[in-house]
């Protein structure tokens, strides 16, 4: 089992920057990769981001590219997403999940936090 919390969530204005954490209780073979998603009312749950404990192979959503970073604290079981230039369409819950690959999809994830709101309003 691992537990995972996440932080960081507020509301910003658009253009301002946010920087979500999303600490793990533990790392398992089967938490090779963390991922970020994000839902927002009336939507489905969209991938936005992930990385691998290991290599640092990174993946993004097109909609985030150039705007939204991915790093990790090894040391602190501990993953960023840095998010800059934050625009109104980026309001929604967002959730760090863990599992066996980087990767889209989020059926693959085995272990999900609880969600921290995102709003970005002027």
Known sequence: ???LVESGGGLVQPGD???LSCAASRRTFS???MGWF???PGKEREFVAATSWS???TSFADSVKGRFTISRDNARNTVYLQMNSL???DTAVYYCAVGPKVTATSDAYNYWGQGTQVTVSS
Do not use: T
């Open 1 to 3: 089992q691992v537990q």
């Open 38 to 40: 994000r839902q927002a």
């Open 17 to 19: 920057s946010l920087r």
């Open 31 to 33: 938490s090779y990769a």
């Open 87 to 89: 625009k109104p369409e």
């Open 55 to 57: 290599s640092g192979r």
